[in-house]
Every structure is written in structure tokens, then in C-alpha cells.
């Protein structure tokens, strides 16, 4: 078995870790379990570029007792914890191609050995793999059943190509269902990216300006978090829904060039470019801290920023690198790459049980069509949302109310009125 990986002998310890995060992945467990007998991807090559995790390994082992030939690849440089790596490859006979800390040019290599197997479904956490096939890759797509996109930047960007004409595959954009944005981009990216921070910082919250910037639904669960941890939280936006949503939800809301005077740490998840540049790095106070949750790099202008500092910036901790503008002190968090994942160990198990759950029911539901969809962007099947949510209650021991048939009646007529 081909793989490239950091090193074999940290396949117990992976191990270990998968089978604690499975514990809290019950929803994911039962797809298993139905996949195990139904196989509903038999014979089928999957290629997966996600963040390799203990909680992706658990979705991996799910397709693979569901008949696919699975591989993995990184979806970020620095989001591969190595010792999952390891178990996949040895436990559980996944190959795998990540190393925390890969170059961009082992990212795209570990991207074709995925290609070189020929998939004909893909998962995307970023459009790395699908946007790499139809560049480099083209006849790849005439076999193509589907792919399944996880991130919103992911599907920003292949709803960009649907745009130009230039998709030629059905995709499933996951991180648009309910079972996924409302949870795993809410409480998950609000946790684990105070996660990532703390781990990378010891930074104390309480009493501190914390600046978050975009207010989708990773900067609202991230500004409600914080704020349970003492700060003052300002919220930056573009949009002015999303701004008066900030507004009446009690933040103070400010353009960055403001906020950047008065925030101790900022933290970017808008999905855009160059967000903090050279105006906020001047305006900046002296410690300011600086980091991104966002899927790219690119939200942080780390160019402009070193080119503006007095010399290259020092390691001062594990993932803190400090720039200083003539002596003030600005340190960036992980590289301005996903401080969740790089410092942190992303989402915890039980919301990614959700994601999961509902990305690995759209794959099957992709790779059960009698004649493949056409191209485009899909939503998930409210069916499949429906039984990810109900299952997830389940698992939690809660129970809901039913409609009774007089209300279902009601609900159902328009001869009900005033
Ligand atoms: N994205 C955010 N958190 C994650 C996790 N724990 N595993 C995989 N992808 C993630």
C-alpha cells in the first residue's frame, strides 16, 4: 500500500485517540454499522481531501465498511495529526498521504497521489481536490459520480465555477445543511477556536477587546463564546444584515481600521482576502495578537506584515510567531492558517458526528443514483438531514413533541384564520 505519512511507529497512539472520539460520534457509528451491511459504494475508488483527525478517521472507516476503496489526503498543511495518520495507514489499512507541516508542494503532490487512484467520488473540505481535476485532470470527470464539499469557502468556490460553466460534477455542498452550518461552524469553530487560541497563548479572555471579523455563522458561535469568557467582543462586517444581527446581539460593531486600535486579539473567519492589512498592523497596539479561522491563509496580510517589521519574525512559543514595527510587538497565531487545527485539535467528536454523518449519507446518496446527477451545485436531501438531526436527539436522550393529526390538519389548511 502506497502512503506517505510522518511516521508508522504513531499508530497506537492514533489509534487510541480515534476510538476516544468515536465514543462521541454515535450518529456516525449507526452509518457505519447500515454501511457495513448495505455497502453502498462497493467497488467504488473515493478519494478524501479533508483535515486529517481522529473524527475524519471515523468517517474514513465508515465509507470504507460501506465497500469504497478510500484514500486521504491533508486538506491544510498543518491540520494532520500525524498519529491519526499513522493508524490509518497501519490499524485500519487506509492510505494516507499528510504531514503536519507538509510544503505546498507536498500538499498538491499527496492531491495526485489521490488522483492517480481515480476516484469516481470525491470530499473536498477547501475545492482543493476538484478544483485540481478539473485543471489538471480533466478526464477524470467523464467517470465521475459526485463530490461532497464541507467548508463554505469550498462551496463559495464551486458555486464560482457553477457560475463560469466551468463544473463539470455534481456536487453535494454539506456545509450548506442545517445539520452542519447551525452546529459544527457555530459551536464547534466558536469552541475550538478559543481552543487553538488558549493552547497557543495561555492568553487570559476575561477583561480583554477581542476583535472578531465576519459574522457568518463561525464569527457568530466565536463572538458568543468569547463573550461568555469575559471580553468585549467587536464584530467587523461587511454586510449589513449580518452587521445589525451583530449589533442587536449586543456587540459593538466597527470597521477594522477602528477595532484594530482598541483589540488585544483578533481573529478573522470571513472567507476573504487580506482582511487585517498594513493600515490595521500600523494602528495596532503594542502585544496585539493576530489569527485566522478562517479555511485559508489569505486573511491575513502576513506579506505586507513582514515587510513593515524590523527584521524576520521570532518563534516566541509553539505555533506565536513575533513581528515587531519599530519595537510594537504583533504576534500571529499558527502562520494565519486555522488556529483550531494547527494549534488546537479542530471540532470536538460530537459535532462532527453531524458533518459527517450528513457528508457520508449525501456521498452514498451521490453514488446510489440509477444515472449520475448532472452537474451543479446540490443541497443536501432534507431526508438526510432530517435523519442526522433525529438520530443525533436520539443519541442525546432527548425526545420531542409529535404533531397530533388535528394540528397537522391546521398546519396543512389555508381556512383557518382570524
Ligand atoms: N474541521 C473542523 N474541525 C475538524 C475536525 N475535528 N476534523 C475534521 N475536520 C474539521
Redesign the pocket.
Known sequence: MKYDIKDIRLAKEGKRRIEWAERDMPVLRTVRERFAKERPFKGKSLAAV??V?A??ANLARALKAGGADVALAASNPLSTQDDVAAALVKEYGIPTFAVKGETTKTFFKHIDELISRKPVLTMD?GADLVSTIHESHPRLLETMLGGTEETTTGVIRLRAMAQDGALKMPIVAVNDAKTKNLF?NRY?TGQ?TLDGIIRATDVLLAGKTFVVAGYGWCGKGLAMRTKGMGSNVIVTEVDAIKALEAAMDGFAVMPMRDAARVGDIFCTVTGDIHVIGKQEFMAMKDGAIVCNSGHFDVEIDLKTLASLSDGAPRVVREYVEEYTIRGKRIRVLAEGRLV??AAA???P?SV?DMSFSTQALASAWMASQKKPLSPGVYDVPERIEHEVSTLKLKAMGITIDKLTSEQKEYLASWKHGT
Open positions: 479533508l483535515h483527525t473524527e475524519t473540505d459544527d464547534g475550538s483550531n487545527l485539535e479542530g471540532h467528536a462532527m
